[in-house]
């Protein structure tokens, strides 16, 4: 027995008439009386009681026909299903985001663009520092990921930067030059003179690894008091006055009653990427369409 033995069947269980249902099936009617006396052979009971107007369901026929419309509902949904999936209009996507990836309203954006443009995949959404992201992608528990500077990029990663902002100064709000009317640019000799909260794995590249290489190139030797994973763990210990730091400019403005933002004279050979990573030959379509989406959102290839 087969799908298109079932279709011929429920044809002919509808319409009680095996001409008229060869028409709707579009076949001749010798064909599809042949179809029906082999199905009825090979389930070893009678189908249909023939007469001179037609067919008539016998309670084999009747039980039958229940059973193949829901076999073939649920057949014909799959098929739905997967021609939604292979389109990329259905599915899972697992995106990942870092703290200050997410801060950027780029990221957002996105991804409103895209639950709007394709509402039937299954957004997710997990936060991780980069290099947790990183490995996510690689080892597939996610499709694609928001992060800044890349610390690893491991072969069959694909790596876009989608757009660069600068960075500024992070200071406890009662701190020395955070009140006015020292509104101005920091220096980098005047960020140094307190103890730095970096956002980094140690020894890792990124952000955080050029501001130190920057601060050696120019003969200062800063000091620092902790290394956290993620950029609110260093904002909220900058609000608790431990230390300061530099973030991405977007993220200004949080913790405001407690931490003072300021620009950073003389930096401008460090900023802040945001970083779209992929799997190269990725297989799911909607992540395809998800990345080509945010590169074409971005104005990058």
Sequence with gaps: M??????????????????RAAQALGIQQPPLSQQIKALEASLGVQLFRRHPRGMALTE????????????????????????????????PLAVGFTSSAAAHRFVPDALRAFRRAHPGVTLQLREGNAAELTEAVEGAQLHCAFLRVPVARPAGL?????????IVAALPADHR?????????????????????????????????????LC???????RVVAEVERMMTNLNMVAAGAGVSVVPRSMAGVHAH??????????RSIDAPLTLVSREGEDSPPARHFAAGVRQLAGVR
């Excluded at 694909?158 to 600068?166: A, K, P, Y």
């Excluded at 050696?216 to 030797?221: D, F, I, K, N, S």
């Design 2 to 19: 087969d799908l298109r033995a079932l279709r011929y069947f429920t044809a002919v269980a509808r319409t009680g008439h095996l001409t």
């Design 60 to 91: 084999a026929g009747l039980q039958l026909q229940a059973e193949a419309q829901r076999l073939l509902a649920q057949v014909d949904g799959l098929r739905q299903r997967m021609g939604d999936l292979a389109a990329g209009r259905a599915g």
């Design 158 to 166: 694909r790596f876009h930067t989608l757009l660069r902002e600068s």
């Design 258 to 267: 407690a931490i003072c933002y300021r620009p950073l004279a003389q930096c």
């Design 216 to 222: 050696h190139a120019r003969g200062l030797q800063p």
């Design 177 to 213: 030059h955070a009140r006015p009317p020292q509104r101005g640019a920091l220096t980098l000799a005047q960020l140094c003179e307190d103890g730095l909260i970096l956002v980094r794995r140690p020894d890792a590249p990124g952000l955080y690894a050029d501001l130190l290489a």
